[in-house]
């Protein structure tokens, strides 16, 4: 069963950074494309980021683009989110998690596994 553990989140200031860090495991990680979904709350799960499988490909939600930068680590089993010029309306529960096929996808159906989540909350 594969697994997924982030880290990283926090209280931060409006303006401040955050880096998000994944470890996974139980997969054959440079395979899969892997991505960021947040939840705030009454919302529903949305698409932040997501990275292919070799990392020559990214794509953003349009909100975050020129904010966040995902990354990943095929040696090291890690992919990361590092977020700057934070907006209060950031804050959400953000959750790892690892595609389905190599290429990346804005569409939670194609994820087959979710970490546990990890908070960010950033204050006005």
């Known amino acids: 069963q594969v697994q997924l553990v982030e880290s990283g989140g926090g209280l931060v200031q409006a303006g401040g950074s955050l880096r998000l860090s994944c470890a996974a495991s139980?997969?054959?990680?440079?395979?899969?494309?892997m991505g960021w979904f947040r939840q705030a709350p009454g919302k529903e799960r949305e698409f932040v980021a997501a990275i292919a499988s070799s990392g020559g490909q990214t794509s953003y939600t349009a909100s975050v683009k020129g904010r966040f930068t995902i990354s990943r680590d095929n040696a090291k089993n890690m992919i990361y989110l590092q977020m700057n010029s934070l907006k209060p309306e950031d804050t959400a529960v953000y959750y790892c998690?690892?595609?389905?096929?190599?290429?990346?996808?804005?569409?939670?159906?194609?994820?087959?596994?979710w970490g546990q989540g990890t908070q960010v909350t950033v204050s006005s």
């Open positions: 998690a690892a595609g389905r096929y190599a290429w990346s996808s804005t569409s939670v159906q194609n994820y087959r596994s």
């Open positions: 139980r997969l054959t990680f440079s395979s899969y494309a």
